[in-house]
């Protein structure tokens, strides 16, 4: 059996449909043990072979190494994304530190990104956990991601949206995390499903589903089944397509030039399709098969 780190995020819902709903669910046990964690310890896992698959933040991929990337899957936003928040006591010009939510490189990659480089402001930066209040209690503004993003009361401080602060800089949208396999762990299939084919189709009935899961998930958030199926089907894009790579392949090379993440790797995919990260015109090769 392949072990599954996955993300207990909202955002992640639908992905999962298909190994959490009927048949589906039954028949994947005989090939998947899955596990919920943060996003930051879904790389972690990978990292130390204590999970096969996971999907990461995006900014991980870059420091675990033979990874193979599940083609045509992600959690994206091609403009606003609502649950990347930068919340902020002062206005943009005068932040000069920020607490940033310690569950995922990627967000904490991004914020680094967007006041560096667009903004100018060189700002500290302190990993924390994500409690807004306390975040800002030593700090000027404070970086909020998933779940806690989406609940936070941001009424009277400034606040950033940073997919579409993103887009409006580069006129991109933004990947924030991918399904990864580790190449070890492909053999493990040789007679099973194939990887990308089990991800894509859980994804595609999930996406179907977004109003059965806006309703499930209504009980367990501050938020209203509306509001839930409002983000899941406006706010995130489930697609890894040739526009989503190229935003992608702009964050490594910002990342890389701003010293946030080591240098932009290549992006290797389950079926030895390979894009280099500098190459903003690549597209994703559809297609994989793990046999």
């Given at each position: 059996?392949?072990?599954i780190?996955?993300?207990?995020?909202?955002n992640?819902?639908?992905?999962?449909?298909?190994?959490?709903?009927?048949?589906?669910?039954?028949?994947?046990?005989?090939?998947?043990?899955?596990?919920?964690?943060?996003?930051?310890?879904?790389?972690?896992?990978?990292?130390?072979?204590?999970?096969?698959?996971?999907?990461?933040?995006?900014?991980?991929?870059?420091?675990i190494?033979?990874?193979?990337?599940?083609?045509?899957?992600?959690?994206?936003?091609?403009?606003?994304?609502?649950?990347?928040?930068?919340?902020?006591?002062?206005?943009l010009?005068?932040?000069?530190?920020?607490?940033t939510?310690?569950?995922?490189?990627?967000?904490?990659?991004?914020?680094?990104?967007?006041?560096r480089?667009?903004?100018?402001?060189?700002?500290?930066?302190?990993?924390?956990?994500?409690?807004?209040k306390?975040?800002?209690?030593?700090?000027?503004?404070?970086?909020?991601?998933?779940?806690?993003?989406?609940?936070?009361?941001?009424?009277?401080y400034?606040?950033?949206?940073?997919?579409?602060?993103?887009?409006?800089?580069?006129?991109?949208?933004?990947?924030?995390?991918?399904?990864?396999?580790?190449?070890?762990?492909?053999?493990?299939l040789s007679?099973?499903p194939?990887?990308?084919?089990?991800?894509?189709?859980?994804?595609?009935?999930?996406?179907?589903?977004?109003?059965?899961?806006?309703?499930?998930?209504?009980?367990?958030?501050?938020?209203?089944?509306?509001?839930?199926?409002?983000?899941l089907?406006?706010?995130?894009?489930?697609?890894?397509?040739?526009?989503?790579?190229?935003?992608?392949?702009?964050?490594?090379?910002?990342?890389?030039?701003?010293?946030?993440?080591?240098?932009?790797?290549?992006?290797?995919?389950?079926?030895?399709?390979?894009?280099?990260?500098?190459?903003?015109?690549a597209?994703?090769?559809?297609?994989?098969?793990?046999?």
């Amino acid at each position: 059996m392949l072990r599954i780190s996955a993300i207990s995020f909202l955002n992640t819902a639908p992905l999962m449909w298909d190994f959490e709903n009927g048949e589906t669910e039954e028949a994947l046990k005989k090939y998947f043990q899955i596990s919920y964690t943060i996003p930051s310890h879904c790389a972690e896992e990978l990292k130390a072979g204590t999970a096969d698959i996971g999907i990461i933040p995006v900014a991980a991929y870059a420091s675990i190494p033979d990874l193979l990337i599940i083609p045509d899957i992600a959690i994206a936003s091609k403009n606003a994304v609502r649950s990347i928040l930068l919340v902020s006591k002062a206005p943009l010009e005068k932040i000069r530190s920020v607490a940033t939510d310690n569950s995922s490189r990627t967000s904490a990659a991004l914020v680094q990104i967007f006041l560096r480089k667009f903004v100018g402001i060189d700002a500290g930066f302190t990993p924390q956990q994500p409690n807004l209040k306390e975040m800002l209690r030593w700090h000027d503004a404070g970086l909020l991601i998933g779940d806690p993003a989406l609940e936070a009361r941001t009424e009277g401080y400034y606040v950033y949206d940073l997919g579409e602060e993103w887009k409006r800089w580069t006129y991109l949208p933004f990947v924030f995390a991918f399904w990864v396999i580790r190449k070890a762990a492909l053999q493990d299939l040789s007679d099973g499903p194939t990887i990308a084919s089990v991800f894509q189709q859980s994804r595609d009935n999930g996406v179907k589903h977004i109003p059965e899961i806006a309703s499930t998930w209504s009980k367990k958030l501050r938020l209203g089944p509306e509001i839930i199926r409002e983000y899941l089907s406006s706010n995130i894009d489930y697609s890894l397509d040739a526009e989503n790579m190229q935003g992608l392949q702009l964050f490594f090379r910002y990342a890389a030039e701003c010293n946030v993440l080591p240098p932009a790797p290549e992006l290797r995919f389950v079926d030895n399709s390979v894009v280099a990260a500098g190459n903003e015109t690549a597209a994703l090769t559809r297609g994989s098969n793990i046999s």
